[in-house]
């Protein structure tokens, strides 16, 4: 199972990037998906978290309002719309699917997820 972050890149303060994480192995179709976002010397994050029917979606407080987790079953993808990105939004960006099927809730908790994708980095300038 390989999950493929891609989408990062340098903007400046008040642009947007979309990050877009493409599954292959397994279909996760079924199964909750989310991006997580780590910095030097600090816990991974949680960024945001999309059910499986993309019925509904967990957002960190600070990113409300300005990203937009979406999904597409039928590509087994997963993507983030980052907009009005800030100076302390750069990060590692990482992707995640949990295994279990059927939950209808997001999952906000990194240790809910058992496939990780590679990181992509994401820097915003002042």
């Known amino acids: 199972v390989q999950l493929q972050a891609s989408g990062g890149g340098l903007v400046q303060a008040g642009g947007s990037l979309k990050l877009s994480c493409a599954a292959s192995?397994?279909?996760?179709?079924?199964?909750?998906m989310g991006w997580f976002r780590q910095t030097p010397g600090k816990e991974r994050e949680f960024v945001a978290a999309?059910?499986?029917?993309?019925?509904?979606?967990y957002y960190v407080d600070s990113v409300k309002g300005r990203f937009t987790i979406s999904r597409d079953n039928a590509q087994n993808t997963v993507h983030l719309q980052m907009n009005s990105l800030k100076p302390e939004d750069t990060a590692v960006y990482y992707c995640?699917?949990?295994?279990?099927?059927?939950?209808?809730?997001?999952?906000?908790?990194?240790?809910?997820?058992?496939?990780w994708g590679q990181g992509t980095q994401v820097t915003v300038s002042s």
């Open positions: 995640a699917a949990s295994s279990i099927v059927g939950i209808a809730t997001p999952l906000a908790n990194q240790y809910q997820y058992d496939y």
């Open positions: 192995g397994r279909r996760f179709s079924r199964s909750a």
């Open positions: 999309i059910s499986w029917s993309s019925a509904r979606t």
